[in-house]
């Protein structure tokens, strides 16, 4: 249904109304200063009152969902997990919850309906990756305070970035608007996941539940919450994502019929094939010698390059940047093939990837064990770029390694989706570039993430819809020791956990009030 004009018009008061009020970012507001006519509006203030009383009560379900991990790849807490979910949504105003089963781990499913003429889809992820105690600073569930130089206090354990954090920001936003009675200006309908850490192997049966479609196919768009900022507190607009595909190869000498069947003493190499070797044989086939580009017959086939304009956006996003920090945060002091920063950046975006996660094979602990293994497995992620698809690239390895006489070498796929493409001119990434405009905040445009997330789920059939990534604030560390999510910024151009509630909930209002 269509608004009359008076009607658009009280929308665009509402959304100006929810502008940060001077108080943003203490010191930093002359950065990221709210229009003059807007400083005094009483629903923002109440609203930011609102987040502010609140504050503690987000920092507290940050901690409690840290300390609950639901990791898919060791089934561990997943049933808790999905039902800790589905409690947050009730919590935060939505209704018709329901814990969504699948052939693998449960999603989850909700709505908020006030009758808005517009409606928003959020995605969550409720799972987070493996993790060792011994290599954190910090207990990884405890959700302890911590001081980030250059940022301020934030907490940290597993999943504070990726991405309970953020999210926690997002349905602070959620509670902050309703404390304040003000109107929530769109509807808003939830699909969450517990696999996205295993490559989302069965979402699609949660957004094609038809209930579920139905919903997802009045949105707008959807995204994901995200914590974009960085040290400038520059943000990128992404306009894609990489897919993705999570597999193990596996070569054994039963299967091969060469090895051994188990593992067997060393000595007897010198008359024993080893599959071990088997392994790192085939493995040497699937990439150049430098380990840099895949070989796979076949494989660029239907790579799209990018095109004059994507480069020139990375160009220009990598004048802002800063090359050495980076390096820094990375460990790493040269590119692949010395690049300089702006072409590696456009090789980061344009090239998809072969990349070994880890290897396995025989005795890795202290000393040595004199043993021949008879089984070896890499694991590995293939990162795909536009127009390639996983079903593609899944037939392109299998018919590699039987081309090459490893036939025996086992593929087993755990998960993986099709890379993501957003529209420039959708009125989603429009809504992104104008909240961030509003905010203050320098944005760049990024045709595509190195990263995946299963945005194709949304923008393939028979969903298709926009599907992309918002948020202010600061984390780092997703997947490593040490994750974080910045709670009390020192640094005057980044948003702490208040801060990036508002710019959440400013983002609703400036989807509902976009053209």
């Known amino acids: 249904m269509m608004r009359n004009d008076d009607q658009a018009f009280q929308m665009m008061l509402e959304r100006r109304r929810l502008l940060r009020g001077a108080a943003m970012l203490g010191a930093g507001a002359a950065v990221m200063s709210p229009l003059p006519v807007l400083a005094a509006s009483s629903q923002s203030a109440a609203i930011r009152k609102a987040a502010e009383a609140g504050k503690d009560a987000s920092i507290k379900r940050i901690r409690d969902w840290i300390a609950l991990p639901s990791i898919a790849a060791e089934n561990r807490n997943m049933a808790e997990g999905a039902a800790y979910m589905a409690e947050l949504a009730r919590d935060a105003g939505f209704s018709n919850v329901e814990i969504v089963p699948t052939d693998g781990h449960p999603g989850v499913f909700g709505t908020i309906d006030v009758g808005a003429p517009r409606t928003l889809g959020i995605y969550f992820m409720y799972d987070v990756k493996q993790f060792d105690p011994a290599e954190w600073s910090s207990p990884p569930l405890e959700g302890r ?30 509670h902050a608007i309703r404390t304040a009675k003000a109107n929530l200006p769109v509807n808003i309908v939830l699909v969450c996941e517990g696999e996205e850490e295993i490559g989302s192997p069965h979402f699609r049966q949660v957004a094609t539940k038809p209930n579920v479609l139905a919903a997802l196919r009045k949105c707008e768009g959807i995204f994901i919450p995200f914590a974009s900022q960085g040290r400038t507190g520059n ?5 894609g994502s990489k897919g993705i595909i999570e597999l193990e190869l596996v070569a054994s000498g039963e299967k091969w019929g060469r090895g051994p069947k188990g593992d067997v003493h060393s000595s007897l190499k010198a008359m024993v094939d080893s599959p071990a070797w088997r392994l790192v044989q085939a ?4 990439v150049t010698p430098d380990g840099n580009k895949p070989a796979i017959e076949g494989w660029f086939e239907n790579v799209r390059p990018l095109t004059e304009r994507e480069k020139t956006l990375i160009r220009e996003a990598a004048k802002a940047g800063d090359e050495a920090q980076q390096k820094a945060a990375l460990g790493v002091t040269h590119w692949i093939d010395n690049l300089a920063y702006d072409d590696a950046l456009i090789r980061l975006a344009q090239e998809p990837t072969v990349n070994i996660e880890g ?3 025989g005795y890795t602990g202290p000393g040595g064990k004199t043993i021949l293994p008879g ?41 993986g989706y099709d890379p993501t493409e957003v529209a420039e001119g959708s009125r989603l990434v429009r809504s992104e570039l104008a909240t961030y405009k509003q905010l203050g905040i320098a944005t760049s445009l990024n045709p595509r993430m190195a990263g995946s997330w299963p945005g194709a789920t949304f923008t393939a059939p028979p969903v298709s819809i926009p599907a992309a990534h918002f948020g202010i604030g600061h984390g780092s560390g997703a997947h490593a020791p040490d994750e974080y999510y910045l709670i009390d910024s020192t640094n005057p151009k980044v948003a702490g956990l208040v801060d990036a509630t508002m710019g959440f909930a400013e983002f609703l209002y400036t989807l509902a009030a976009i053209k």
């Open 145 to 174: 305070m911590v001081e980030r130089p250059g940022f301020g206090q934030a907490i940290m354990g597993r999943g504070a970035v990726n991405q309970k954090g953020p999210e926690a920001a997002f349905l602070a936003a959620l």
């Open 235 to 239: 943000v990128t607009v992404n306009l």
């Open 283 to 286: 493995l040497q086939t699937l």
């Open 359 to 361: 290897l396995v094979a």
């Open 375 to 415: 089984r070896a497995v890499a694991k590995l992620d293939l990162r795909l770029v536009p127009d390639q698809t996983r079903a593609e690239a899944e037939q392109k390895l299998r018919a590699h390694l039987d081309k090459h006489g490893f036939k025996d070498v086992g593929v087993n796929v755990s998960g």
